[in-house]
Structure formats: C-alpha cells, structure tokens
C-alpha cells in the first residue's frame, strides 16, 4: 500500500515532468507559439511575444522544481494557477467556438484543435497538483510514553 508521501511523490514528478515537456517546443519556437496564442484573441498584441517567450520558461523551471523536489511547493502553486489560467482560456474559446490549435504540447500544424478533452486533461492536472500541495506528510506510529514505533 502506498503511503501519501509516495503518491505525493509519483504525482510531483509526473507532474513536473509534463510541465517540461509542454516547455520544450515552445522554447525551440516561441514565433510559432507567439501565433498560437495571438490566435486565442485573448491578449493584446502588444503583450503576446513576451508571454510566448516568458511563459515556457516559467513552465520549464516549475517543472524541475517538481521533479527535482527543489522548491516544489512553490512550483506547484505557480502549476496550479496557470492551470486554472489554461482551464478558464480555454473554456471561453471553446463557448466562442474557436477552431485553433491548443498549443499545449506540441506545436505542429497537424496538432489536434481545442476540444473539451483539453479541459479534462488539465483539470486531472490540477488535482494532481492540489493533492501535491494539500496532502500532509505521513509521519510514522510513535508511542507519545516510549517513543517506540
């Protein structure tokens, strides 16, 4: 039986390692991401080629954290609000019934369009980083009179 620190850990690193993954196309080509998020008509002109520079950065050092175990409560917290931020942009394009590209993996032309799976996909995210962030430690038995476990 898994104690709560090995699921903690196994959903960090999961966790962490996704959040890399999602940076590293984004890092090797932030002009075609620039224009995926251009195409969410959700920012200013003006403010998308800093976050499409700044964004994947900010996904891969939280995602080390995470997998490191460096700071991870902090990543996890800064995970989890992007998340919440994906979720809501996401959800408003698909009632707009936008048909663009997610971007959220990978940035190839042939990438799947937003779709309601997207949602679900980051909502399982968000849980998992709201189980690493809320999840207390499990401590071993100690007798409080002999301290024996």
Known sequence: MFK??????????????????????????????AGIIHNYKILPPQMVNLVAVALPWVELVCGILLVTGL????????????LIAFMTILAYNLYRGLDIQCGCFTLSP??????????????????????????KKSFPYRSRTTGAK
């Open 4 to 33: 709560k620190d090995s699921i903690r850990t196994i959903l960090r690193i999961a966790l962490g390692a996704v959040f890399v993954w999602a940076s590293l196309d984004k890092l090797l080509d932030p002009q075609g991401f």
């Open 71 to 82: 700071l991870y409560r902090g990543g996890v917290l800064i995970i989890n609000c992007l």
């Open 110 to 135: 042939d990438a799947d369009r937003i779709a309601a799976t997207d949602l679900m996909i980051d909502g399982i995210l968000l849980i998992m980083g709201v189980w690493i962030l809320f999840a």
